[in-house]
């Protein structure tokens, strides 16, 4: 059976008696060692921390497990332990009512930044003061990597790769590491094949029953068979699901975390598998059970359905289940969706998705702002903003290895918004000597200073600083222009590569691949400016500020601002108001904003570009768009990283 065949096919029982070989043949095996993504044998995990940030507080203070805890910011709250989920208290409510369904609950306020503090601190006061606070992600961050850190030690040096994929997940590739253990474990799988052929087929593997454990095993449907006998796939999945067991055991006894996950072939297997029974439990997907799991499922809850694609895809074919979605045939997905979306989307409902697991994902910039209410009205408050914004930069540059030369950002910017206009400056950072807080925090003063120079600029409403164009050691990196690319993903817009291969279309939705397929800047920003004229498409830029105060790198809205559009806990972007997964997502799309502005800059614009404050009807793009709850996907969000922090 060629490799690129479905993997849930791979495994079918053959029915009927006396079957001698495995599905499996020698190469793909030895794929596995390799990490192959067209290795049908593979196995991914996905990692995902319950209730993380309510789990960091109380592990923290010390707190019962059965206790119920929610992360308040401001009046709202943004993670429920499971003990407090009983009461029916979710991200939705607000403090006041989360108190009334449980009189009990401890409301943990998230850490902050006090104006004009050099470190942030868990504030008893902070809901109050809301204006001269600014959220704090710190103390998550660093358990972050230090789950990280335990889950990289947990599994041998040489035959790992793990993506961090959020602030609270990973994913795992196991391949390699089973494929060692298979041989260890099975002998006879070190024997060359026979007449040498690596195409021949495997023997069968010496088991007819597997020990799961604890393990939530997906039920197959109809037409397979349990009673059929385990093939290598099984074997593989099952040598997965112990290791992961063994690293949850391991995160549980050293870090006191409770965490769930996913084991199946790939990454969107998995992450589905992590979702499904939390939480502390792990599900497995096995192949032969992958088809039965996803098509009882909506197809909304896949990556990059849950948003814009996923509406466009409900309203075209009137479904939201994958079994309706089962029966249309590829060239109706292709005609109405695109050739490349429409391949993307056949293969995911099949459960087919051969993107790999990338240990390398790196940030291209960071950023950290505040929007005031009431506006700040001098120099010396503006100042104090500044030294805040680089101490959160630079302990997220420390990350970076910034002190050990690892990475360093080339650029500073920093926006300032008065009356309805923003105005922005900035700067390379000296290279040379190794970059330290000093440093970032002068530069930073020193833009202020040249923006204030140029006219009136008190009351403030909103100051956003950020570093970008980060360069590593060893190779350079993509930079700014690498950061840029994704802007065209942000677009969404409608131009599809038509030369794509049904396997190079499975690995992400098409709009993603475009990054590398046209690595360059030019393309992605045609010639359009976006101040004015221009068919909105790129147009990112004026959208209107409520003029509510948020922490923009945390993102959720405050009480005030979430009545008139979003949910509390989606994260808001302060400049067009789009809807964004979580905080990561939203500083990525921040972070976009102002790669954006430098392009603009570099373009020609003025150094100090005003802007107007809100874009004439119609031209917001695709990012302006706010709906009520957070784009989970679709076309439109493919571009924010899912890892734009280094997890470790
Ligand atoms: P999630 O993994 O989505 O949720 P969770 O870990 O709280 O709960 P679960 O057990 O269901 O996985 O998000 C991870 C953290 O990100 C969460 O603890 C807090 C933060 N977050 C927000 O601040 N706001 C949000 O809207 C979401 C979705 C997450
Ligand atoms: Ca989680
Ligand atoms: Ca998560």
């Given at each position: 059976?060629?490799?690129?065949?479905?993997?849930?096919?791979m495994?079918?029982?053959?029915?009927?008696?006396?079957?001698?070989?495995?599905?499996f043949?020698?190469?793909q095996?030895?794929?596995?060692?390799?990490?192959?993504?067209?290795?049908?044998?593979?196995?991914?995990?996905?990692?995902?921390?319950?209730?993380?940030y309510?789990?960091?507080?109380?592990v923290?203070?010390g707190?019962?497990?059965?206790?119920?805890?929610?992360?308040?910011?401001?009046e709202?709250?943004?993670?429920?332990?499971?003990?407090?989920?009983?009461?029916?208290?979710?991200?939705?409510?607000?403090?006041?009512?989360?108190?009334?369904?449980?009189?009990?609950?401890?409301?943990?306020?998230?850490?902050?930044?006090?104006?004009?503090?050099?470190?942030?601190?868990?504030?008893?006061?902070?809901?109050?003061h809301?204006g001269?606070?600014?959220?704090?992600?710190?103390?998550?961050?660093?358990?972050?990597?230090?789950?990280?850190?335990?889950?990289?030690?947990?599994?041998?040096?040489?035959?790992?790769?793990?993506?961090?994929?959020?602030?609270?997940?990973?994913?795992?590739?196991?391949s390699?590491?089973?494929?060692?253990?298979?041989?260890?474990?099975?002998?006879?799988l070190?024997?060359?094949?026979p007449?040498?052929?690596?195409?021949?087929?495997?023997?069968?593997?010496?088991?007819?029953?597997?020990?799961?454990?604890a393990?939530?095993l997906?039920?197959?449907?109809?037409?397979?068979?349990?009673?059929?006998?385990?093939?290598?796939?099984?074997?593989?999945?099952?040598?997965?699901?112990?290791?992961?067991?063994?690293?949850?055991?391991e995160?549980?006894?050293?870090?006191h975390?409770?965490?769930?996950?996913?084991?199946?072939?790939?990454?969107?297997?998995?992450?589905?598998?992590?979702?499904?029974k939390?939480?502390?439990?792990?599900?497995?997907?096995?192949?032969?059970?992958?088809?039965?799991?996803?098509?009882?499922?909506?197809?909304?809850?896949?990556?990059?359905?849950?948003?814009?694609?996923?509406?466009?895809?409900?309203s075209?074919?009137?479904?939201?289940?994958?079994?309706?979605?089962?029966?249309?045939?590829?060239?109706?997905?292709?005609?109405?969706?695109?050739?490349?979306?429409?391949?993307?989307?056949?293969?995911?409902?099949?459960?087919?998705?051969?993107?790999?697991?990338?240990?390398?994902?790196q940030?291209?910039?960071?950023?950290?702002a505040?929007?005031?209410?009431?506006?700040?009205?001098?120099?010396?408050?503006?100042?104090?903003w500044?030294?805040?914004?680089?101490?959160?930069?630079?302990?997220?540059?420390?990350?970076?290895?910034?002190?050990?030369?690892?990475?360093?950002?080339?650029?500073?910017?920093?926006?300032?918004?008065?009356?309805?206009?923003?105005?922005?400056r900035?700067?390379g950072?000296?290279?040379?000597?190794?970059?330290?807080?000093?440093?970032?925090?002068?530069?930073?003063?020193?833009?202020?200073?040249?923006?204030?120079?140029?006219g009136?600029?008190?009351?403030?409403?909103?100051l956003?600083?950020?570093?970008?164009?980060?360069e590593?050691?060893v190779?350079g990196?993509?930079?700014?222009?690498?950061?840029?690319?994704k802007?065209?993903?942000?677009?969404?817009?409608?131009t599809?590569?038509?030369?794509?291969?049904?396997?190079?279309?499975?690995?992400?939705?098409?709009?993603k691949?475009?990054?590398?397929?046209?690595?360059?800047?030019?393309?992605?920003?045609?010639?359009?400016?976006?101040?004015?004229?221009?068919d909105?498409?790129?147009?990112?830029?004026?959208?209107?500020?409520?003029?509510?105060?948020?922490?923009?790198t945390?993102?959720?809205?405050?009480?005030?601002?979430?009545?008139?559009?979003?949910?509390?806990?989606?994260?808001?972007?302060?400049?067009?108001?789009?809807g964004?997964?979580d905080?990561?997502?939203?500083?990525?799309h921040?972070?976009?904003?102002?790669?954006?502005?430098?392009?603009?800059?570099?373009?020609?614009?003025?150094?100090?570009?005003?802007?107007?404050?809100?874009?004439?009807?119609?031209?917001?793009?695709?990012?302006?768009?706010?709906?009520?709850?957070?784009?989970?996907?679709?076309?439109?969000?493919?571009?924010?990283?899912?890892?734009?922090?280094?997890?470790?």
């Open positions: 059976m060629p490799s690129s065949s479905p993997p849930y096919q495994s079918s029982p053959v029915h009927g008696t006396g079957r001698q070989k495995s599905h043949t020698y190469r095996l030895s794929l596995l060692a390799s990490y192959s993504t067209s290795s049908a044998l593979r196995v991914i995990a996905h990692i995902d921390l319950d209730a993380f309510a789990q960091c507080e109380m923290r203070l707190i019962a497990e059965d206790q119920p805890l929610a992360v308040r910011q401001w709202g709250l943004i993670a429920i332990n499971y003990p407090a989920r009983k009461f029916d208290i979710s991200r939705h409510c607000t403090v006041t009512d989360a108190k009334k369904l449980c009189p009990n609950l401890i409301a943990q306020h998230v850490a902050t930044w006090k104006e004009g503090d050099e470190k942030w601190a868990y504030h008893n006061d902070a809901p109050s809301i001269t606070h600014k959220v704090s992600l710190d103390p998550y961050r660093l358990q972050s990597r230090r789950i990280l850190a335990l889950i990289k030690e947990c599994l041998p040096q040489n035959l790992q790769k793990v993506e961090k994929a959020s602030i609270d997940e990973v994913f795992v590739d196991l390699a590491q089973i494929h060692s253990i298979l041989l260890e474990r099975f002998p006879e070190t024997n060359p094949p007449y040498d052929d690596p195409t021949e087929k495997l023997p069968l593997p010496p088991v007819t029953a597997l020990d799961w454990q393990d939530a997906v039920d197959l449907d109809d037409t397979e068979a349990e009673a059929d006998d385990p093939d290598w796939d099984d074997v593989a999945i099952l040598i997965g699901s112990e290791i992961v067991r063994d690293v949850r055991a995160i549980r006894r050293q870090l975390y409770t965490c769930s996950a996913g084991i199946a072939s790939n990454k969107m297997l998995s992450k589905l598998g992590s979702a499904y939390k939480p502390n439990q792990q599900t497995v997907i096995r192949n032969r059970a992958a088809q039965h799991f996803l098509s009882d499922m909506k197809f909304t809850k896949i990556r990059n359905l849950g948003g814009k694609l996923g509406d466009q895809v409900t075209t074919f009137g479904t939201e289940t994958i079994k309706d979605l089962l029966l249309v045939p590829v060239e109706q997905l292709k005609s109405k969706l695109g050739d490349d979306t429409g391949v993307w989307l056949y293969n995911t409902i099949r459960g087919i998705d051969s993107s790999e697991v990338n240990s390398r994902t940030i291209k910039s960071m950023l950290s505040k929007s005031f209410r009431p506006s700040i009205n001098n120099l010396d408050q503006a100042i104090k500044l030294r805040i914004f680089t101490a959160d930069i630079f302990s997220r540059l420390l990350e970076e290895g910034v002190l050990e030369n690892k990475r360093r950002p080339k650029t500073m910017n920093l926006h300032h918004r008065h009356g309805g206009q923003t105005r922005s900035s700067s950072i000296p290279m040379g000597k190794t970059l330290d807080e000093r440093t970032l925090f002068d530069l930073a003063k020193h833009l202020l200073n040249q923006i204030i120079l140029e009136r600029v008190w009351p403030c409403a909103n956003s600083l950020a570093v970008a164009g980060f590593d050691g190779t990196n993509m930079g700014i222009g690498g950061f840029l690319l802007g065209d993903e942000a677009r969404g817009s409608k599809t590569p038509r030369e794509s291969s049904m396997e190079s279309s499975a690995n992400e939705p098409p709009e691949k475009r990054r590398t397929d046209n690595p360059s800047i030019q393309r992605f920003f045609p010639k359009r400016e976006t101040s004015s004229g221009g909105g498409e790129g147009d990112l830029d004026g959208s209107e500020d409520t003029g509510h105060p948020r922490d923009d945390s993102g959720r809205p405050t009480t005030d601002s979430r009545s008139q559009q979003t949910p509390i806990t989606d994260y808001m972007c302060s400049r067009c108001n789009a964004l997964e905080a990561e997502a939203l500083q990525s921040l972070d976009w904003h102002f790669a954006k502005d430098l392009q603009d800059e570099e373009r020609g614009k003025p150094a100090f570009a005003s802007k107007p404050a809100s874009a004439p009807r119609g031209q917001k793009s695709t990012c302006a768009s706010s709906s009520k709850k957070p784009s989970r996907g679709g076309s439109s969000k493919l571009e924010y990283g899912q890892s734009k922090l280094k997890f470790g």
